[in-house]
């Protein structure tokens, strides 16, 4: 083994476990993680194959098994993998962020990495028990399903979500039938088409595919500092649970929300953290200044606010500070970062998040790598994902211990209803026409 390859074997590890079960699994003290942690320690004395041998083991007594789709960064993969979960396929079409992704999962070899899961045939996607899925949303086609009974042509899923991506996470479920799913999408998925489109969603997974469902829409307020909610759909095979209603959302995931700060994952630009080359600078680690706002562009959305208030609208910017909670962390963050504003006072314009606060902002780890790229002999930069995509990414991504805590919730049931075998099997992906799934 790579000796370099070990410190990334270990950050990969403490993403899902604790810095004290990480020192007991490897036979050392706490002290010591935390020196290979800082860089003290040559990777070449850091037990990598031991760590490796961690991250692909899974317990007989706690085993279950899932797959990703639309994985994006990974942040639903992380929560199930901290409930003891294994990943056994993976798909997501975005190149850069399977770049941000390969760069934390690196031990995620052992199976393939699907880009686009239309030309992926369901019948080689590996049995699993849970199926994970981040769909983004998109119109649907809700003809009558009684005419088209009448006139003898497709009803039922294979023609209502055909030509959309719900589609495909449809048709997976129905190949594999998992024990049990995760589906997250945004809160106007509830009433987009004036809640037809949900409605047919519902069907197909409770009538079509006879699952057990519950649904929710869950804000984020309850783990960090950010008003973002996003609607969840948790499914049981009703064929493995009988009649009985196994899980509850607000029962068994939401609670009382918290008292989480903006402060808590600023930069505190005071020293106490190591600097981090691409975001912050100096012995006390502050923000780069290419973060700050352009007078220009301050001037605009000033403006801007001005002209939607006199209207009467509610657009604008979000100006924050160490005590408050943030809007939603968005997708579109990179064009302006309007939405959330640090205030630096009155002498210095607001500045945007940076890509590591984003992070922090969505459950992330400090750990967790956004790749910097490398320079080649040129000095041209490869592998690395920009700010831009950073961005993205994160502002697409779940909250972490949001996912985690249906996870965790979701796991003694997953383990309670599971085929034992399921997760063994390793095909080679076979390509299918993306054809076959367009609307007609």
Not at 6 to 23: G, K, M, S, T
Not at 65 to 93: H, K, M, P, Q, Y
Not at 240 to 251: C, M, S, V
Not at 317 to 341: H, M, N
Request: aromatic share 8%; charged share 30%.
């Amino acid at each position: 083994m790579n000796p370099e390859r070990n410190l990334e074997h270990l950050q990969r590890l403490r993403l899902v476990r604790p810095q004290e079960e990480v020192a007991e699994l490897l036979g050392v003290d706490v002290r010591t993680v935390r020196r290979w942690e800082r860089g003290e320690t040559p990777p070449r004395n850091i037990p990598g194959e031991r760590i490796l041998e961690l991250l692909n083991h899974i317990p007989a007594n706690g085993a279950f098994t899932f797959a990703d789709l639309f994985a994006g960064i990974g942040g639903t993969r992380i929560g199930f993998e901290n409930a003891r979960g294994r990943c056994v396929f993976t798909s997501e079409w975005d190149r850069f962020a399977r770049m941000t992704y390969d760069a934390n999962f690196s031990h995620s070899a052992d199976h393939e990495f699907a880009e686009d899961i239309t030309t992926v045939d369901a019948a080689d996607v590996p049995d699993h028990d849970v199926l994970l899925a981040g769909f983004p949303c998109q119109p649907y086609s809700l003809a009558g399903v009684s005419k088209k009974k009448s006139l003898g042509r497709p009803h039922g899923f294979h023609d209502a979500t055909q030509g959309t991506l719900f589609f495909d996470i449809a048709r997976i479920i129905e190949a594999k039938r998992p024990t049990a799913f995760l589906l997250e999408n945004v809160r106007n998925l509830v009433s987009h088409d004036r809640g037809r489109t949900f409605e047919t969603i519902k069907k197909t997974l409770d009538d079509e595919l006879d699952y057990e469902i519950d649904w929710d829409i869950v804000s984020a307020r309850h783990w960090v500092p950010q008003k973002r909610e996003r609607v969840l759909i948790v499914g049981f095979d009703r064929r493995r649970t009988g009649a009985i209603r196994p899980f509850d959302l607000k029962k068994d995931v939401v609670r009382p929300e918290a008292t989480y700060r903006l402060g808590e994952i600023l930069h505190p630009e005071d020293g106490t953290q190591e600097p981090e080359e691409l975001y912050t600078v100096g012995t006390r680690a502050e923000v780069n200044s290419k973060y700050g706002l352009s007078e220009g562009l301050w001037r605009y959305l000033k403006g801007y606010a001005k002209k939607h208030e006199l209207a009467g609208n509610g657009f604008g910017f979000g100006l924050v500070g160490p005590e408050d909670v943030a809007r939603t962390l968005s997708a579109r963050y990179y064009k302006d970062g309007s939405e959330i504003l640090v205030d630096r006072g009155p002498d210095c314009t607001p500045r945007r998040l940076t890509p590591r606060e984003c992070a922090r902002l969505m459950g992330f780890p400090d750990n967790f790598v956004i790749p910097p790229g490398e320079a080649d002999e040129d000095g041209r930069i490869s592998g690395r994902v920009s700010d831009t995509q950073a961005y993205k990414q994160f502002g697409n991504s779940i909250v972490v211990p949001m996912v985690d805590a249906v996870a965790k919730a979701m796991s003694p049931l997953i383990l309670k209803y599971r085929t034992p075998t399921t997760g063994r099997t390793r095909r080679r992906i076979r390509r299918v026409d993306p054809q076959v799934h367009k609307a007609a």
